[in-house]
């Protein structure tokens, strides 16, 4: 059994990508409800623990609070943000509202570098999220670190192997945030990194098994990474017992649907069905130009014809899918966190009642990269793994405003000519995401000696770890001069081509 970090979920939507950062050191982490049973955590027999951050304040009535108890486990604990002010207050210190509170970047100034910060420069940049300050410390504890704002941004009890950081060390723009959540894992959990993603494929396995016994599942396949390794998971899990559907839902790009036949054809032994909806979608669509609202009903259509697949396989239990962590976060008010609701992508957030269906989501919590491993270790090709991300919605979230079909051939021929220069060019595999946006927008060109009126496209292309943040990318003059100069010159429909030049946030990756 691979050494445990148990994570105490506290509502930070950033829980997950703590226990990422576990995993990423090859150590086994696991997460669990901030109100888990001492005796509970006890029998996983953790080496270490750690207490997330979470929108409440400790100061409030009825805050999460962990038992008493756990602080004389024995074991090591990180507190993180509200981690932090929890233990501090639980363990006698003092929290106050901070007069200033404390978001986005800051300077975090080390005093000691303790075990926390071995052999890290003396001035960090770390991104904060904090209202409440600790204002005392508890008994057994001494400062590590300080902020403008907060004089204990980071603290050690060496005797009982208690740290706090009100700063959070899993986000990327935390610098050396994972050396020093490597440094609680190896220098104070003494974690050996005796974990790694064939142990999650293993594990996984098992607990499908479990879940599914002998029961029939059925997977929506889109034919991109998520649901294709979700796909191959399964498969190599239940085998016969699994379904796999792909929705032509008239929003794919060009001659995707033969791809997917043929991926799975090739590399996935279980039973494939098509379900060529594509003209229902877009009956549905007509008209509409709300993001939202186009959303909802591609969501919920795409329901429907499953529901119709389903019901022509005869008894089927579970709906396996292949969301991931970010799609998760962006769409569930986690801990009740209203923030972090951004979009509701339609692939999550359960189903109808009437669907009787339990959800199976192998994936929920890994991030892209963790996938993509999950993947090799699978045996998928290459090809399928590096393959960007696309949304559920598909085109329909990239034609902006109303879908109409002759929007959709120019998008597709556009976007087509992008990733073939993409690929050629080498750039392909160096972006999160690439894609051509249909904007509805007309502008004057001239064509040899004619007026034309004409649709815009713009260009989007970022790069990313984990699309919860996003930077556009720096492609160079002469790949978008000749992907310009081709849709132009080939598309019908296009005569002015941009480059969007957001970052994510403010904006997000999509445009819709
Ligand atoms: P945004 O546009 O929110 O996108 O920055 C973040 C990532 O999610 C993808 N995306 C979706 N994926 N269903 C999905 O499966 C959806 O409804 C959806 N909307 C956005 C997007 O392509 C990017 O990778």
């Given at each position: 059994?691979?050494?445990?970090?148990?994570?105490?979920?506290?509502?930070?939507?950033?829980?997950?990508?703590?226990?990422?950062?576990?995993?990423?050191?090859?150590?086994?982490?696991?997460?669990?409800?901030?109100?888990?049973?001492?005796?509970?955590?006890?029998?996983?027999?953790?080496?270490?623990?750690?207490?997330?951050?979470?929108?409440?304040?400790?100061?409030?009535?009825?805050?999460?609070?962990?038992?008493?108890?756990?602080?004389?486990?024995?074991?090591?604990?990180?507190?993180?943000?509200?981690?932090?002010?929890?233990?501090?207050?639980?363990?006698?210190?003092?929290?106050?509202?901070?007069?200033?509170?404390?978001?986005?970047?800051?300077?975090?100034?080390?005093?000691?570098?303790?075990?926390?910060?071995?052999?890290?420069?003396?001035?960090?940049?770390?991104?904060?999220?904090?209202?409440?300050?600790?204002?005392?410390?508890?008994?057994?504890?001494?400062?590590?670190?300080?902020?403008?704002?907060?004089?204990?941004?980071?603290?050690?009890?060496?005797?009982?192997?208690?740290?706090?950081?009100?700063?959070?060390?899993?986000?990327?723009?935390?610098?050396?945030?994972?050396?020093?959540?490597?440094?609680?894992?190896?220098?104070?959990?003494?974690?050996?990194?005796?974990?790694?993603?064939?142990?999650?494929?293993?594990?996984?396995?098992?607990?499908?098994?479990?879940?599914?016994?002998?029961?029939?599942?059925?997977?929506?396949?889109?034919?991109?990474?998520?649901?294709?390794?979700?796909?191959?998971?399964?498969?190599?899990?239940?085998?016969?017992?699994?379904?796999?559907?792909?929705?032509?839902?008239?929003?794919?790009?060009?001659?995707?649907?033969?791809?997917?036949?043929?991926l799975f054809h090739n590399h996935i032994p279980g039973?494939?069905?098509?379900?060529?909806?594509?003209?229902?979608?877009?009956?549905?669509?007509?008209?509409?130009?709300?993001?939202?609202?186009?959303?909802?009903?591609?969501?919920?259509?795409?329901?429907?014809?499953?529901?119709?697949?389903?019901?022509?396989?005869?008894?089927?239990?579970?709906?396996?899918q292949g969301t991931l962590y970010p799609d998760v976060?962006?769409?569930?008010?986690?801990?009740?966190?209203?923030?972090?609701?951004?979009?509701?992508?339609?692939?999550?957030?359960?189903?109808?009642?009437?669907?009787?269906?339990?959800?199976?989501?192998?994936?929920?919590?890994?991030?892209?990269?963790?996938?993509?491993?999950?993947?090799?270790?699978?045996?998928?090709?290459?090809?399928?793994?590096?393959?960007?991300?696309?949304?559920?919605?598909?085109?329909?979230?990239?034609?902006?405003?109303?879908?109409?079909?002759?929007?959709?051939?120019?998008?597709?021929?556009?976007?087509?000519?992008?990733?073939?220069?993409?690929?050629?060019?080498?750039?392909?595999?160096?972006?999160?995401?690439?894609?051509?946006?249909?904007?509805?927008?007309?502008?004057?060109?001239?064509?040899?000696?004619?007026?034309?009126?004409?649709?815009?496209?713009?260009?989007?292309?970022?790069?990313?770890?984990?699309?919860?943040?996003?930077?556009?990318?720096?492609?160079?003059?002469?790949?978008?001069?000749?992907?310009?100069?081709?849709?132009?010159?080939?598309?019908?429909?296009?005569?002015?081509?941009?480059?969007?030049?957001?970052?994510?946030?403010?904006?997000?990756?999509?445009?819709?």
């Amino acid at each position: 059994m691979a050494q445990t970090i148990v994570v105490l979920d506290f509502g930070s939507q950033y829980t997950q990508v703590i226990a990422r950062r576990i995993r990423e050191a090859n150590v086994y982490s696991k997460v669990l409800p901030f109100d888990t049973p001492v005796g509970e955590i006890k029998a996983l027999k953790p080496v270490g623990l750690v207490l997330s951050g979470g929108p409440a304040s400790v100061l409030a009535n009825g805050s999460p609070k962990p038992h008493r108890s756990l602080f004389n486990l024995g074991v090591p604990i990180l507190g993180i943000c509200y981690g932090l002010q929890l233990m501090g207050k639980m363990l006698g210190g003092e929290v106050k509202a901070s007069q200033q509170r404390e978001y986005g970047r800051g300077k975090l100034s080390i005093t000691k570098p303790g075990t926390l910060f071995k052999g890290l420069p003396k001035e960090l940049t770390v991104w904060n999220s904090h209202g409440d300050c600790l204002t005392k410390l508890p008994k057994g504890f001494r400062e590590l670190a300080r902020t403008e704002n907060s004089r204990f941004s980071a603290i050690e009890d060496p005797a009982r192997k208690f740290y706090g950081l009100q700063f959070h060390p899993e986000v990327e723009h935390s610098e050396k945030g994972t050396q020093i959540i490597q440094n609680f894992l190896t220098q104070v959990c003494k974690c050996e990194g005796d974990w790694g993603m064939e142990d999650f494929t293993e594990a996984s396995i098992r607990s499908i098994q479990e879940q599914v016994g002998d029961k029939k599942v059925i997977l929506g396949l889109s034919g991109g990474v998520d649901s294709s390794v979700a796909a191959a998971l399964i498969d190599r899990a239940i085998g016969k017992q699994l379904t796999c559907i792909f929705v032509d839902n008239g929003l794919l790009r060009l001659n995707e649907r033969d791809q997917v036949i043929q991926l799975f054809h090739n590399h996935i032994p279980g039973k494939l069905k098509v379900a060529r909806a594509g003209a229902l979608f877009l009956n549905r669509l007509k008209g509409v130009t709300d993001p939202e609202k186009k959303r909802k009903i591609i969501g919920k259509t795409f329901i429907e014809v499953f529901d119709q697949e389903v019901k022509k396989l005869g008894e089927v239990d579970f709906l396996a899918q292949g969301t991931l962590y970010p799609d998760v976060i962006e769409s569930v008010p986690i801990g009740g966190n209203p923030a972090a609701l951004i979009k509701s992508h339609h692939n999550v957030g359960g189903l109808p009642k009437s669907m009787k269906l339990s959800l199976l989501e192998p994936l929920r919590e890994l991030f892209k990269d963790e996938v993509r491993d999950l993947g090799r270790t699978l045996g998928l090709p290459k090809e399928v793994l590096m393959r960007h991300p696309f949304p559920g919605p598909g085109l329909g979230v990239r034609v902006v405003g109303e879908i109409k079909p002759q929007r959709l051939r120019v998008l597709r021929e556009a976007d087509a000519i992008f990733i073939e220069e993409l690929i050629e060019s080498r750039w392909y595999h160096r972006l999160w995401q690439a894609f051509c946006v249909f904007l509805p927008v007309r502008s004057v060109g001239v064509m040899g000696d004619e007026r034309t009126y004409e649709n815009v496209i713009s260009l989007r292309a970022v790069t990313s770890s984990d699309a919860m943040t996003a930077d556009w990318a720096q492609l160079p003059d002469k790949l978008l001069r000749k992907v310009s100069n081709r849709i132009i010159n080939e598309v019908k429909g296009a005569n002015r081509v941009v480059y969007d030049i957001s970052s994510k946030p403010p904006s997000t990756i999509e445009w819709e």
